[in-house]
């Protein structure tokens, strides 16, 4: 523990000459950040293993947060401010001569998720432990995360992304604590004392092996953990060569086959595609937890096993860890010889189920026999679940044969994983109450009919920690200069803000920070763009996954509509606009990636011409990740959140902008809605259609998007643009995007909601005219972010859902 600058000075040189063989002198910035993270990470290991001995001690129940994805992004910042180390370190590192933002730009972020939901999982375990909850996060140790993005001659290239070429310094391998999972072979089934063993033979075992990372309370003893788990061969590989199987070239192939299974994050966030290997992924992390825990549950203090669903929670994100549903009852039936009734009783009382999307093309159906192949036991156990529960639709539902079939989990040779996860979880939940909404009233209609107590929301949140302590100090020591800090431990007392929204001093302080956060994100588009951006202008921003449904589209459209208004009138008195893009497209996602190419298209040719300098420029970021998120939110004048309303779950991005002072231009969807009934009308800019709007237009089929064209010459003038020579690539490039609005008839709504846009941007830039009233907004927004703390959110399923209770200090 270091308490004085003194102690930790020593202790940093020793360490360094120890580990690094290096004086001070010597040191690159790069030691000094592996050094600092060995120390922090040993300095904060007290507390994890008291952490854990209370929970043991305790026989405290706890949660477990399933997830294929952590998008932890980078952990320095947020281990050593929430260890309360930041100021003997930062002073102590600037003594040596060194600055800690600069260190801070060492790590390599720990990119383990696509997006929303990955990083949705990272939020809630910072709340987690931040609200002393025993709450931990059980994943995959993905080889390589999300792949590098790099823009080559405006085309997205994917580079993949290997993090752990330098030792990670947060993780700690616990080779004594891997499990075994078990693919493939057959199920032997034998009659022992009337009653049936089922045994798995001939199959493939592979080495889970754990890796740790502490999960840092903020300012408080608690430290939780994310255990990681990794895919290794086992010794037993020696069978392979007695088996007589074959040579060692084929168990070379052999072993990195299974080293594969944790080989690689899939980047695809919005398709679902049968992969075996993903497959593979998922029932190597549900096993391994699922075992792991087990064994912990039954490890030190013997405990019932009836008592799981007292002492444990499992939460499952997304239908991505469903497996564990008969995982469990395969445990519980197999090897501790509960009866089906008893086990069934067991699972459906531990396990949780957050839904994410009501995009049907990214549910999960896996083919029956892949998995029946793959996990022959488990097939089983499905099958039997399958029937069960279809006897009891039976019952509530006599002949009705449509019903039964489309509820079933089994059809069309699959398994509906959605339909497990809501039969087999006491609670079923969306992440925005009109996503919850429409999971009641739409797309899981007859589940919440059969189950209406399993339905319930929670609104996502983010940890304002991270996303305003830290990546804004500026901002954040304005607030606590203004009404204390008690709104860092209830961030809800952010709403004392409100009084000073149009407090003229005030307001001109906020304004003095977001220049200064702009200038320092001008710089670095300078630098990684070479782009001169004008820190005048409004910073308007659109970053997030790319995706038809996200309307990235609609914005780059708007945005050749005002190049032409500029060009044929270059004197029109606009507020200056720099439009700053970015995202990644899933790499087989062909017009995602299109889009990219199209708004770098824009960006070449309307940042060359001289006629609108100054007054417009466009910016694609590449490689958009939670470290650059970082820098993006604190400097942006308006967050784009302008998805086809219906279609974006929740969005969480909308938070991060919102609690950075950003304005948000959007369209009733997702959280979009609850933003706007916290901040009032006046305070945000909603535009385009509602979702019922949407959802009628699709159930009518009565939307033409080529008369709009026709009509409206601001769009024909922008599509034509698309096949003109215009453009870098000419006229094939965007052939596909043309044809998608016009022959496709333009699924998302583009052309429709095009007027509306434009008017709230003409809206937008009158606004930022009359400085006080934007700056009002600003603030009002910063006043209700407290209200999307993802301690909010964490409470709600803690007391809701989960039943686990904070510990006692
Ligand atoms: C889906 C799939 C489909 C199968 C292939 C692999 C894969 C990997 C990830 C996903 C996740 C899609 C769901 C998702 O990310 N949803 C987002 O969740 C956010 C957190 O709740 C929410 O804010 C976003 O609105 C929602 O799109």
């Known amino acids: 523990m270091f308490i004085s600058k003194n102690e930790f000075k020593q202790a940093f040189k020793c360490r360094l000459e120890t580990k690094f063989g290096k004086t001070i002198n010597e040191a690159t910035i790069n030691d000094v950040y592996k050094t600092l993270g060995q120390l922090v990470r040993e300095h904060v290991s007290k507390n994890w293993i008291d952490t854990t001995h209370y929970y043991q001690e305790n026989k405290e129940k706890q949660v477990y947060y399933f997830s294929m994805e952590f998008l932890m992004g980078r952990l320095m910042q947020t281990n050593i401010d929430n260890a309360g180390l930041t100021n003997i370190i930062k002073e102590s590192l600037e003594e040596l001569g060194f600055n800690l933002d600069e260190v801070f730009e060492q790590e390599h972020d720990a990119g383990l998720g696509n997006g929303g939901l990955g990083r949705l999982a990272a939020c809630f375990l910072d709340s987690l432990a931040s609200l002393n909850l025993p709450g931990h996060g059980c994943g995959i ?26 030792d990670y310094v947060w993780e700690v391998r616990r080779p004594d604590r891997s499990m075994e999972v078990k693919f493939g072979g057959y199920v032997e089934m034998k009659e022992v004392d009337h009653k049936l063993e089922f045994i798995q033979k001939n199959y493939d075992t592979v080495l889970a092996v754990p890796y740790d990372v502490p999960v840092v309370g903020y300012q408080n003893p608690t430290v939780n953990t994310l255990r990681l788990w990794s895919a290794e061969s086992t010794k037993n590989d020696f069978n ?20 594969d299974i944790s080989g690689f994050l899939y980047p695809d966030d919005s398709t679902y595609d049968g992969k075996i290997l993903r497959l593979k992924q998922q029932y190597f992390l549900v096993s391994a937890g699922m075992q792991s825990i087990l064994k912990q549950f039954k490890g030190k203090y013997t405990e019932n096993i009836f008592d799981i669903p007292e002492k444990i929670a499992i939460h499952i994100n997304d239908t991505h860890p469903v497996l564990i549903i008969p995982e469990l009852m395969r445990i519980l039936l197999d090897e501790e010889g509960l009866s089906w009734e008893e086990a069934w009783d067991i699972t459906q009382r531990t396990i949780s189920f957050t839904n994410h999307t009501t995009l049907s093309e990214a549910l999960e159906k896996w083919p029956l026999e892949m998995v029946k192949q793959l996990l022959p036991r488990i097939y089983m156990i499905i099958e039997e679940i399958n029937e069960r529960y279809c006897r009891e639709l039976w019952n509530q539902y006599p002949y009705e044969w449509d019903r039964i079939s489309k509820m079933a989990i089994i059809g069309n040779n699959e398994i509906r994983m959605a339909h497990l996860a809501i039969v087999a979880s006491y609670s079923v939940n969306g992440v925005a109450k009109i996503h919850t909404e429409i999971l009641k009233k739409k797309e899981m209609k007859d589940f919440y009919h059969l189950y209406p107590h399993k339905f319930n929301n929670k609104t996502n949140g983010i940890t304002h920690r991270r996303w305003l302590l830290n990546i804004n100090p500026e901002l954040a020591s304005l607030i606590t200069e203004t009404i204390g800090s008690r709104w860092i ?3 809800k007392e952010l709403t004392s803000l409100i009084k000073y929204a149009k407090d003229l001093g005030f307001q001109e302080r906020v304004a003095q920070v977001k220049r200064n956060n702009k200038e320092k994100l001008a710089k670095i588009i300078k630098e990684k763009n070479n782009i001169s951006i004008n820190v005048d202008s409004i910073f308007d921003v659109q970053v997030k996954r790319l995706h038809a449904y996200k309307r990235q589209l609609l914005n780059i459209f708007h945005v050749i509509h005002l190049y032409h208004v500029l060009c044929e009138n270059p004197n029109l008195d606009v507020t200056p606009r720099t439009f700053i893009f970015g995202g990644k497209a899933a790499p087989g996602y062909h017009f995602a990636k299109k889009i990219i190419k199209l708004i770098n298209s824009v960006a070449t040719v309307v940042n060359n011409d001289t006629r609108v300098q100054d007054k417009l420029k466009v910016v694609f970021i590449e490689n958009y990740s939670v470290s650059m998120a970082e820098k993006i939110m604190p400097a942006a004048d308006v967050s784009e959140q302008i998805s086809t309303a219906s279609k974006e779950a929740s969005g969480t991005g909308n938070m991060k902008f919102m609690m950075n002072g950003a304005i948000t231009l959007g369209t009733l969807d997702g959280a979009n809605i609850e933003i ?8 945000i800019f909603i535009f385009g259609l509602k979702a019922d709007e949407v959802l009628q237009l699709y159930t009518q089929n009565s939307y033409k998007a080529r008369d709009i064209y026709n009509n409206d010459y601001r769009v024909k003038n922008v599509l034509d643009e698309l096949m003109s020579h215009k453009l870098p690539g000419g006229e094939s490039e965007f052939r596909d995007i043309y044809y998608s609005i016009l022959t496709n008839n333009d699924e998302y709504f583009v052309l429709k909601d095009f007027d509306s846009y434009a008017e709230a941007h003409e809206l937008i830039d009158q606004t930022y005219r009359d400085q006080q009233k934007w700056l009002s907004m600003s603030i009002t927004n910063i006043a209700h ?16 859902i989960w039943g686990i209770r904070p510990r006692l200090l």
């Open 489 to 491: 431990a209830h961030p």
């Open 785 to 800: 972010s407290g209200k999307f703390s993802s301690d909010r959110t964490i409470q709600e399923y803690a007391t809701d």
């Open 141 to 166: 140790r993905y080889k390589y995360g999300l792949f590098e993005q790099k823009i080559i001659n405006g085309y997205q290239a994917e580079l993949p992304d290997y993090w752990l070429q330098e």
């Open 240 to 259: 392979f060569f007695t088996s007589n199987r074959s040579d060692y070239y084929h168990f070379l192939d052999y072993k990195r086959s299974i080293e």
């Open 676 to 683: 706007n009934d916290f901040v009032g009308k006046d305070n």
